[in-house]
Every structure is written in structure tokens, then in C-alpha cells.
């Protein structure tokens, strides 16, 4: 909906009733979002609802930018807001299953990357496409896993939730931008989507940081949305233990990242680092901006940030500006209205897995219905894709509203042990396959 009396003064509010659509150009290089002019939201959108498009198009996907897929996706931009409550524009990008008819009815999974970086370079609406220069963006080897979900039968749905800035770990608004996405892609006739199609989240580490924000956010902000179940693979439910726990470490870019992140969201840590950072520091974050994921920690390996300050690290993380931050952005601000599966690593050594402890148990007592997968073996990255299968199972049982049988903490059974994951992990294997050779893929559900 639209409020056409503010939109009495607004020129080329083309949006209104039908949103202008492009159609696919095969030959064309994608520009970066932040240069892309179909990402610039349009005069007016302000007035539009949350969730409203504003202009599509038809794009080319491909694996690692160079090998293409025989899918055609569809982005659309669409009216969001942040976490003030102020008006914003997102992109998604969405997926069809290659064999579905038209008017046919499928489930909606929404899947949110872990992009974990500021460069638009990462965003999936840019990594995903053919001939995009993104490498060490974490979105481009996650299209094996979208495409998983695709040969289960389900439409996806992959947002940039970050937002056109690449807010990375700003808090609330990550839960708007995926629920908005989903609205859009509901609403959006180019796609045809059912707007009565149950709706799933998934999404791990700082895809499911974004995952638990939009499941904690949507009771309130997205009552009518039909959210069957949120798989949240080892959220980031603690920022400044993370921070803490990766400084100096291989992984020490990642908490850079938030860093440089945050200056631009809270004036208070931007005022911080101009008066405590070295030149050198502040030239650091400069540059950090512009890095893909694997870039930054590659660049920041065994550093600490503690180098570039004229005091202490500890002193600095005790400011109350600081404080303020890692309170405002932790998760557990309110409790998820689907049930929920938590999957962590007990031997994580990105998330401490007390802090996912920590937001099982206050779910639990909030009363959400939390399956909590705590797995005793695995480690961070290897969890992901071995937890793929249980995931897709779980997705599956819950968009077929069968009833939830499990609401505990499991830690008897590893899933690198359980027979159904290697199953599960062939299956996987061949779809893998088929991505990189560039082949289609058929309806061939778990």
C-alpha cells in the first residue's frame, strides 16, 4: 500500500501499481550495488509499505561468478527500514525451482549468507551473478546449499540483509530486511509466488546472526507472515565475547570488520576510534571496507587491534560508548514466534558455544518451541554443510506442519556419527556436482 497524498509532489514514482521490470541481458557485466543504479531505491519509496518492490529485474547466476546456472533468478528492490524505524531499500535475489508450473503452489525459504563484510562486493545480489568479480565472498560457495533447497521443490529467497551499506551486525534491522524480502517476493508478479506459501528461515554464523534477528523481530513486525520454522546455525549471540575470543587470532579480521562496521552506525564508536585509534589503525579500517570476507582475514590474520590504540584494548572496551554497543546488539531481545533449531558446535572456535547455551535456555524460557542441536564433535565450518541434511529434513517436516516431536538440548549423537547425514551428505555431493559443471537441477527432495 501507498500513501498517495504524500506523493502529490514526487516525480517518476514509477513504482506505484506496477514496478518497471528488466529483462535479462546475458552479455551484460554486473556492476558493484554500491555503483549499480537499480539499487538506488526511487523518488517517493519513502511513502511506500515495508516490503513494497520497487523495480525488478531478470538475472544470470553462476557459481564462483564463472560457471553459469541453468536458473534464472529475479532481484528485486524493495522498501525496508533500519533500525530507527527510518525508511530504507534492500535487494534480494529470487530463486524459482526450474521445475515448477505456474500458479503451482511451493514453500518460501528465505536464506541469509553469511556475508560478514562491508563491501558491496560480498552482498549475494552481486556475488551470485555471472561474471561477478567477488572472490572471497562467503555467498559465492554457499549457491551449493541454495541450490539444495532448490532441488527440495522450495522457492528462495537470499537478501541482502546487511541493507545498501553494509551494516554488518547492526542489530533489528537484518530481521527487517529479510521479512521485507519476503514480503516483496509474496507480493511480486513477476514471480508469482503464493502469497499463502508457509515460509522458512535459514541461515548460519553471521547468515544466521541475521536469521535470529529476523525471527525474533517478526511477531511484532511481521505478524502476517506464515513463518513455519528458523534453522539458526551458530548465530552470532554475543558480539563482544566474539570480539574478545578472535582478537589476535587467524580469524582476527573478522572482528575488524565489525569494527570498521560500527563506526559508521554508532556515532559514539566512530567518535571513539578518532580519538583513540593511530593513524595507522584508522588507515587500516579505510581499507577494511573494501575487502571481501576471506581477504580481511587473510590481511588481519594473528593481529590485535590493541596494536593500533594509544591505550589499552581494555580500557577502550570499557568505555561506555563501547559498552553501550555490544549490549545494544546482542540477541535474545525478545523471543521467536516459529519454532526454532539452533545448530552449534561444541568445539567452536568462532562461537563460544556458552553464549548459544545462553540463547537457547532464554528462548526456552520465553516459551518458543527450540530444538537445540548441540553438536559434541564438529567444529565451525564443517558443521554447516554436515548439518545441511538435518536442516532440510527439519525444513521439510515443518513446512509440512507435521508436529514438532523434540523441544531439548541433544548432544548424544554428533552428526558426522549419524548414518542419515552421509546419506544426506551423497545427495549433497551430486547436487555439488551439477553446480560446478553448470547442469540443471531436478526436483529431488531429501
Known amino acids: ?3 498517495l497524498g504524500n506523493l502529490a509532489g514526487t516525480r517518476r514514482a514509477e513504482w506505484i501499481g506496477r514496478p518497471p521490470h528488466e529483462e535479462l541481458q546475458r552479455k551484460a557485466r554486473p556492476l ?59 535487494v534480494t535475489t529470487v530463486i524459482i525451482p526450474a521445475e ?26 552481486y556475488a551470485l551473478r555471472r561474471r561477478a568479480k ?3 565472498s562467503l555467498a559465492q560457495f554457499e549457491l551449493l546449499l541454495i541450490t539444495a533447497a532448490l532441488a527440495q ?18 542489530p533489528y534491522e537484518p530481521g527487517y530486511r529479510v521479512l521485507d524480502g519476503i514480503r516483496a517476493a509474496l507480493s511480486s508478479e513477476v514471480i508469482g509466488i503464493s ?28 505478524p502476517e507472515l506464515d513463518i513455519v ?13 566474539a570480539f574478545r575470543r578472535l582478537n589476535g587470532s587467524f580469524l582476527a579480521g573478522l572482528p575488524a570488520l565489525v569494527v570498521a562496521a560500527l563506526a559508521h552506525i554508532y556515532p559514539g564508536v566512530d567518535r571513539v576510534i578518532k580519538e583513540h585509534t593511530t593513524d595507522e589503525g584508522r588507515r587500516l579500517l579505510e581499507r577494511l571496507r573494501k575487502m571481501t570476507t576471506v581477504g580481511a582475514v587473510l590481511h588481519m590474520a594473528r593481529k590485535d587491534l590493541g596494536e593500533f590504540l594509544h591505550k589499552p584494548l581494555e580500557d577502550i572496551l570499557s568505555l561506555p560508548e563501547i559498552e553501550h554497543v555490544f549490549d545494544h546488539i546482542k540477541l535474545g531481545t525478545a523471543v521467536p514466534a516459529a519454532p526454532i533449531l539452533l545448530v552449534q558446535a561444541a568445539h567452536d572456535y568462532l562461537i563460544d558455544v556458552n553464549d548459544i547455551d545462553a540463547l537457547a535456555h532464554a528462548y526456552l524460557a520465553g516459551g518458543a518451541k527450540v530444538t537445540y542441536h548441540r553438536d559434541a564433535f564438529n567444529e565451525h565450518i564443517a558443521l554447516h554443510p554436515l548439518s545441511a541434511p538435518m536442516t532440510l529434513r527439519w525444513l521439510t517436516d515443518r513446512f509440512a506442519r507435521r508436529p514438532l516431536t523434540e523441544h531439548h538440548i541433544r548432544t548424544t549423537w554428533p552428526t558426522i556419527f549419524h548414518p542419515i547425514t552421509y546419506i544426506g551428505m551423497a545427495r549433497l555431493v551430486r547436487i555439488a556436482g551439477k553446480v560446478i559443471t553448470g547442469r540443471k537441477i531436478r526436483h529431488h527432495p531429501l
Open 32 to 90: 558493484l550495488p554500491s555503483d549499480d543504479p537499480f539499487c538506488q531505491p526511487p523518488p517517493g519509496y519513502q511513502h511506500a509499505e515495508p516490503g513494497t518492490v520497487l523495480r525488478s529485474r531478470h538475472v544470470e547466476l553462476a557459481f564462483l561468478g564463472l560457471i553459469p546456472q541453468p536458473t534464472t533468478a529475479t532481484q528485486l528492490l524493495y522498501r525496508t527500514m533500519d533500525m530507527h524505524g527510518q525508511p530504507d531499500a534492500a
Open 195 to 222: 502469497p499463502s506459501a508457509p515460509i522458512g528461515l535459514w541461515g548460519y554464523s553471521g547468515g544466521g546472526l541475521a536469521s535470529a534477528w529476523a525471527a525474533e523481530v517478526s511477531g511484532e513486525y511481521a
Open 229 to 241: 520454522g528458523a534453522v539458526l546455525g551458530s548465530p552470532v549471540a554475543d558480539l563482544e565475547n
Open 100 to 125: 515448477l508450473a505456474p500458479g503451482q503452489p511451493c514453500p518460501l525459504l528465505s536464506y541469509q549468507c553469511a556475508i560478514d563484510a562491508i563491501s558491496s562486493r560480498c552482498f549475494p545480489s
Open 1 to 3: 500500500m501507498v500513501d
Open 134 to 136: 567477488a572472490l572471497g
Open 153 to 170: 521443490g522450495w522457492a528462495v529467497s537470499v537478501p541482502d540483509h546487511e541493507g545498501l551499506q553494509g551494516f554488518w551486525c547492526t
